[in-house]
């Protein structure tokens, strides 16, 4: 026979849960529960790593106050619920979103000298910006340059090829194209 119960206004995040079902005060079974966040980003699984990836969009006090916190990952999650676009819902989007451009940028913007590509130039943007509408490369005045154009936000990032596909972010133009 199956059981089915609700837990109304409970918030369940990931992780091991032990439920036990009593009859008359009398512990008749118990069971561990796995609740699985699916298509969690990567970079989550490392708590450091994640608080260190938030160098983008929160204030070194931010970060400091989360480190010397006696539950760091209690106040990872308290900061990241402020940051919540639905809070009513157990699911936060803001985390999911910017964790996987994280995990995004890791494995794609690497270079020779910098194996996390999430702390490269390239890497910083799309995480903070999402992937470019347009991207196009140039060659000008010896240089090769990759642009990077976000039509919606009407501005372009220039990135200057410096070595074995190591691109350094050396202008970010405003008024650029007109809105799609």
């Known amino acids: 026979s199956a059981l089915s119960f609700n837990l109304p206004g409970v918030k ?3 992780g091991v849960y032990k439920l036990i079902v009593y009859k008359n005060n009398e ?4 069971f561990e529960i796995i609740i699985d966040w699916v298509n ?3 970079s989550l699984n490392k708590l450091d790593y994640a ?3 938030l160098k983008y969009i929160a204030t070194k006090t931010e970060i ?6 006696d539950d760091k990952s209690a106040a990872f999650l308290s900061y990241w619920k402020a940051k919540d676009p639905t809070p009513n ?3 936060n989007e803001a985390i999911q979103q910017y964790y996987s451009r994280v995990d995004y940028a890791f494995f794609n913007y690497k270079t020779i000298s910098e ?3 999430a ?3 390239r890497g910083k943007v799309y995480i903070l910006k999402a992937a470019p509408q347009e991207v196009k490369e140039e060659y000008k005045d010896n240089r090769s340059l990759l642009i990077w154009e976000y039509l919606k936000l009407k501005k372009e990032y220039v990135f200057e090829l410096i070595g074995a596909g190591d691109y350094r972010l050396v202008e970010i133009n405003e008024d650029r194209k007109s809105t799609v």
């Not at 512990?27 to 118990?30: G, I, K, L, P, S």
């Not at 400091?64 to 916190?69: G, M, P």
Request: hydrophobic share 35%; proline share 11%; no cysteine.
């Open 64 to 69: 400091d106050s989360i480190l010397s916190a």
């Open 27 to 30: 512990e008749m079974q118990n």
């Open 89 to 91: 819902t157990p699911f």
């Open 12 to 14: 369940v995040i990931p």
């Open 115 to 117: 194996s996390d590509g």
């Open 51 to 53: 608080i260190d990836m």
């Open 119 to 121: 702390n490269t130039d």
């Open 40 to 42: 969690q980003p990567l």
